[in-house]
């Protein structure tokens, strides 16, 4: 591990997206220092040679680490999380018992919320042009995210972290989840709205959010 700032040089490759905020939000949080580079979904970029090198999916966003690069925002935020002490690791976690909690709590929003229904509702919801009409699948998803979250609703605090006493991957995940279901006009409980205003009120997340989504090409919808 190394202090904020002192870890060696990091780059990110993606703007615009809410899985590029992850990473510019847990960068934000750690007070490390990096450089983007902002390429953007739906615009070429991706595919370039140069980018395909770093990751041969064409997606963003990707991180550089003294040359070292990894994919996949989830993954990225962990790995980051691991090079300062600024965000140190719950003692809980530490336990066997306790990350099987924490990988739980980070499948399910990743999975069960985001890759199940949100994602779903993004791709035939907001670009039907792509990937085509699909009303039945967004209506069925927006749903399913409802009661997916509902069922998890008591599992999040009345105030502090999603995830004991220090700020994790976690609160990111379940704040720009909850940003999805508003968006997407689905109900989400109170609790996962009250934590996602407590996580919008952080200085990190406002200038992660300002860094992510300016001056962009391609003028996509950003969660408030």
């Known amino acids: 591990m190394g202090d904020a700032g002192q870890v060696g040089q990091l780059e990110v490759w993606g703007v615009g997206t809410t899985r590029t905020l992850r990473v510019h939000w847990m960068l934000h949080e750690l007070g490390l220092s990096y450089e983007t580079r902002r390429i953007e979904s739906r615009t070429g970029e991706t595919t370039t040679d140069g ?24 993954a990225i935020m962990r790995y980051l999380r691991r090079l300062s002490d600024t965000l140190p690791v719950d003692a809980y976690q530490r336990t066997a018992q306790g990350q099987a909690v924490f990988d739980e709590w980070a499948s399910f929003l990743l999975m069960e919320l985001d890759a199940t229904s949100l994602y779903v509702v993004r791709r035939h919801g907001g670009l039907p042009e792509i990937y085509g009409e699909a009303p039945a699948a967004v209506t069925s998803s927006i749903t399913y995210f409802e009661d997916m979250f509902a069922a998890a609703a008591p599992r999040i605090p009345d105030d502090g972290f999603a995830w004991g006493s220090t700020f994790s991957e976690i609160d990111i995940l379940l704040a720009i989840a909850t940003d999805w279901g508003d968006m997407v ?25 300002g860094h992510n989504f300016r001056d962009l090409q391609l003028k996509g919808t950003a969660p408030r």
Request: hydrophobic share 40%; no cysteine.
């Open 51 to 74: 980018y395909l090198a770093l990751n041969p999916k064409h997606k963003i966003p990707t991180l550089v680490h003294d040359g070292f690069a990894v994919s996949e925002s989830f």
């Open 185 to 209: 006009k689905a109900e989400v409980p109170e609790a996962a709205a009250r934590h996602r205003d407590r996580m919008h009120a952080r200085p990190a997340y406002q200038s992660a959010r």
